[in-house]
């Protein structure tokens, strides 16, 4: 209720204020007033747009103008039933303020403009109160949805931890988007597609996907079981097939969509005593290109993210001498961090990547340069 309010309070407030000085002036007092250096009031009569723009003299196309004005504010109303939260605030002030100069047209056949900005000699076109918040929810609409380009909603999967992923939940939360945790098995094909009809039922829409489940099983190739083979390439490789599958005829309805692999280094190199691993990242690569070839004409991009040696709370429990010796082979002369990926996921996952697919990132600081 509170962005009819809204709508209310901008159109009395407005009304209030032009029924004052059009009575001031009905008494014959020149509404021609200073109230400060750079800003006086004084009463003009619009018969154009906002700010004295486009003045018709010519009675058709000023019901013209009054008819589109009208259905203009119909669909604002439309909007604004149907939106919530503080898009549907911003819409309230541009529907208070319109609803405001509408009347005026539908009244008076013009609208009352009084407010005059000034620089010395130089002055502004003549607006009044509808006018201010029109142009401010307008602004802050713009701005919002700059903001919102640059945030994300954010679903994502567990597989047992349950008390962590509630802890990122209400994290994540409080940076203002929509965040929501699901219990879910990417290697299984009928919980994946579960998934993203759950997913879908929440957000109505999936824009990108990152597929990073995985799992490590090492071992020298004479001591690896077949099972430990199977479970490393069915969570590593076929989640990624199960999942792309899922959220596919989304996409395509949507013609548009991102897809981010986590592969690594290893996949692009291999690694002795990961057979399994190496296999299922160099598989994710394979995929990932061959969907970058079928979706590429509707506009779904698929790339591939290969880190290399990140340093977590879990490296940060091995031998320091190691770690040295892995940063000493580094050009950069670190290991990387979490945020390099994250970072990495959200560049292929934005418009600034629009031109991007089929493609392998490698973060790892020059490792396999």
Not at 274 to 291: C, P, T
Request: hydrophobic letters at 50%.
């Amino acid at each position: 209720m509170k962005k009819f309010f809204i709508v209310l309070f901008v159109f009395f407030f407005d009304r209030v204020t032009k029924f004052y000085l059009i009575n001031l002036q009905a008494s014959g007092t020149d509404i021609d007033l200073y109230i400060f250096p750079f800003l006086n009031f004084y009463l003009v009569w619009n018969t154009g747009i906002g700010f004295g723009l486009a003045s018709l003299d010519t009675s058709f196309f000023y019901h013209i103008l009054t008819i589109l004005i009208a259905i203009i504010n119909f669909v604002l109303v439309i909007f604004l039933l149907r939106t919530k939260g503080i898009y549907a605030y911003l819409i309230a002030l541009v529907l208070g303020g319109s609803l405001g100069n509408l009347f005026d047209r539908m009244y008076y056949f013009a609208v009352p403009d009084f407010i005059d900005l000034h620089l010395e000699n130089f002055h502004w076109f003549i607006f009044n109160i509808a006018d201010i918040f029109i142009t401010i929810g307008l602004i802050c609409l713009i701005i919002a949805e700059i903001f919102a380009k640059n945030g994300a909603n954010v679903a994502f999967t567990y597989s047992s931890s349950a008390g962590p992923a509630e802890e990122l939940e209400k994290e994540l939360a409080q940076l203002g988007v929509k965040v929501k945790a699901y219990q879910s098995n990417a290697a299984s094909y009928e919980e994946a597609q579960a998934l993203v009809a759950k997913v879908l039922e929440d957000f109505s829409s999936i824009d990108v996907l990152v597929n990073n489940a995985g799992i490590t099983k090492d071992n020298l190739l004479m001591r690896m079981s077949e099972d430990d083979f199977d479970q490393v390439l069915n969570v590593n490789l076929k989640s990624i097939f199960n999942m792309t599958k899922a959220v596919q005829r989304t996409m395509l309805k949507q013609r548009k969509g991102s897809i981010i692999n986590m592969s690594s280094v290893v996949g692009v190199k291999g690694n002795a005593g990961q057979a399994n691993y190496a296999a299922s990242k160099a598989g994710i690569i394979g995929f990932s290109k061959s969907m970058a070839l079928e979706l590429g004409s509707r506009n779904i991009r698929t790339n591939v993210v290969a880190p290399g040696f990140i340093e977590t709370e879990m490296t940060a429990k091995l031998d320091e001498k190691t770690v040295a010796g892995w940063r000493d082979a580094i050009p950069l002369k670190r290991g990387g961090k979490p945020e390099d990926i994250a970072n990495a996921c959200v560049f292929l996952a934005s418009d600034m990547s629009d031109y991007i697919t089929g493609q392998v990132l490698q973060v790892d600081g020059g490792m396999l340069t």
